[in-house]
């Protein structure tokens, strides 16, 4: 079983010919509202790959809020933790796609920014129980560390958006998981390799088209993505985490892990909307098995 702890939005998704700058106004091709935010996608994603997942969060008490949960349980997610705020609005995420599938997403956290060490101390019995526990930073830190503190399996840290995390935290998680621009504020580097001066065990670098770099102390390993047309880029690392803390739940060592992750991740970009891409088993397996041959030629 797999925890996640963090957000949970309503996405309003608009297609642009390419992103405004500070004082410009530019005209959409269509818009959309979808579900979404960081924790949420990332269960969602786990969820699809055949994972039991808890989600523990907050929602407004509000027609959003009662559409997200619906959501959730739609695709097989345990809502049991996930708390309706009497004195907070859903989280929403305003997203802009261009033509080449770029994001720029403004989010408003509503109650996201209400989730607290209370909520993850109710849910202490799951999180001790979980295999894996995945993090990311949607919601205040204090409820972060509260949550890899009182985790009983692996835990995740997706370090997004990008911040300056306490050494508590990063000596309290197993697996780091960062793009080049997050990894640039934690260590003033984009490169994978300076990784190695942070107090984690491993961490795991997803480079976009170019799939991912797993940083040990003493090792790295690059993982290839597959070739695929990109849509849409959103939700594209949280299909990755997703599916990375799946794979670890299943069993497999975390290079396996990745693998299946650079693929899920691959398979995300190429639908509009941070699920819409998102692979089940066996779309998954029918990708990896692409990925195999190729590689065998």
């Known amino acids: 079983m797999i925890a996640v702890v963090g957000s949970v939005n309503r996405d309003l998704v608009v297609r642009v010919e390419h992103h405004p700058v500070p004082g410009e106004t530019v005209l959409g091709s269509g818009h959309e509202a979808m579900p979404g935010g960081k924790g949420a ?27 997200l949960v619906g959501e959730f349980e739609s695709e097989g997610v345990d809502v049991g933790h996930l708390t309706v705020d009497p004195d907070a609005p859903s989280g929403i995420a305003i ?41 990311q930073l949607e919601i205040p830190m204090d409820a972060v560390l509260a949550a890899a503190a009182a985790s009983g399996g692996i835990v995740i840290l997706n370090a997004a958006p990008a911040a300056h995390l306490p050494a508590e935290l990063l000596r309290s998680i197993d697996v780091l998981v960062v793009n080049r ?103 998954l397996e029918g990708a990896l098995r692409v990925q195999s041959s190729q590689s065998t030629l």
């Open 41 to 67: 996608n990332q269960a969602v994603a786990a969820a699809r790959l055949g994972t039991d997942v808890v989600f523990v969060g907050r929602v407004g008490a509000d027609e959003d809020g009662r559409d």
């Open 95 to 135: 997203i802009t796609v261009d033509d080449a599938g770029e994001n720029s997403i403004v989010v408003s956290p509503g109650a996201n920014g209400h989730v607290s060490p209370r909520d993850v101390e109710s849910a202490s019995a799951a999180l001790m129980a979980a295999t894996v526990t995945l993090l």
């Open 181 to 283: 621009g997050e990894l640039a504020t934690l260590t003033g580097s984009g490169d994978p390799l300076s990784a190695r001066s942070l107090p984690v065990p491993v961490t795991v670098v997803t480079l976009g088209a170019d799939g991912a770099r797993v940083v040990r102390a003493d090792t790295g390993e690059s993982i290839a993505a597959i070739d695929v047309t990109p849509v849409d880029t959103t939700g594209a690392g949280d299909t990755f985490c997703g599916a990375l803390a799946a794979g670890l739940d299943d069993g497999l060592s975390l290079e396996a892990s990745v693998r299946r992750a650079v693929v899920a991740g691959s398979l995300a970009v190429t639908a509009i909307g941070a699920r819409s891409g998102m692979p089940t088993i066996p779309e």
